[in-house]
């Protein structure tokens, strides 16, 4: 899988591009990343990409220009499709994650100040991606975590593949709490099923438990889960 970055702060990559998963992925050649910086293809003779929006209001705006060039010139005769990161997008779940890995080529803009140009929307963009109801400087963070989170769904790049199975989110529920050595730490014991070596009950604790967190945590992931539970009337699922 490919990523083009397009940002103006390039630099805000190099930990990401250089550490854990993403730095073996690249390695093993499995992904490839290329950051541009957004002032290397303005006309402006300042490197300047941004300009105050037509009808007033606070802020900048990212000036199609730029954007519509580095798009052109990076993706050349190459099939890839273009995402935006910004708030107004798609919220970025697993099940849209999983859609997105099936393309192998990705241009990504970094969306900074007020916003982008509509016209580069209409131009260029085959989807908006937000990762959260939350307002942030720019689209550089939300960047790295959409190709972090397509970049694990490329086969090869997980050391074990099944562990994708009974994550959070993959199977429309919060995962099940873990536990590891010792079995007793400071008098917090891990629940004796794990130690049991029954592969079936320790399957069957761990999804009441799933359920149990989901129900707590994520009411609203839960009444997808059961249409018949009332999200407003949450028990004591410690007890259940």
């Known amino acids: 899988m490919r990523f083009d970055v397009i940002t103006i702060f390039p630099k805000m990559f190099d930990s990401l591009l250089n550490e854990s998963m993403i730095k073996r992925a690249r390695e093993k050649k499995k ?31 990212l000036m199609p220009q730029p954007l519509l060039d580095a798009v052109r010139r990076i993706k050349g005769k190459r099939r890839a499709k273009v995402i935006l990161m910004c708030p107004a997008g798609k919220p970025l779940t697993q099940k849209l994650a999983r859609k ?41 963070l939300p960047a790295m975590i959409l190709m972090d989170c397509l970049a694990r769904l490329v086969p090869g790049v997980l050391g074990k593949e099944a562990s994708l199975k009974d994550e959070s989110f993959e199977r429309d529920l919060l995962e099940y709490p873990q536990y590891t050595r010792p079995a007793n730490f400071r008098g917090i014991k891990v629940p004796d099923v794990l130690l049991s070596g029954n592969h ?28 018949g539970f009332n999200a407003e009337v949450i028990h004591d699922v410690n007890k259940s």
């Open 31 to 61: 992904i490839s990343v290329f950051v541009h910086n957004l002032r290397d293809y303005t006309k402006d003779k300042h490197k300047k990409v941004d300009d105050r929006p037509f009808g007033g209001g606070p802020g900048m705006v």
């Open 200 to 227: 079936r009950e320790i399957e069957q604790w761990r999804r009441k438990e799933a359920l149990a967190v989901t129900r707590r945590n994520r009411p609203d992931l839960f009444k997808k889960y059961n249409p």
């Open 100 to 140: 997105l890995a099936r393309n192998r080529n990705w241009i990504v803009l970094c969306g900074h100040y007020e916003g982008v140009d509509e016209r580069v929307r209409h131009k260029i963009v085959d989807e908006s991606i937000s990762i959260g109801d939350y307002v942030l400087t720019g689209g550089e």
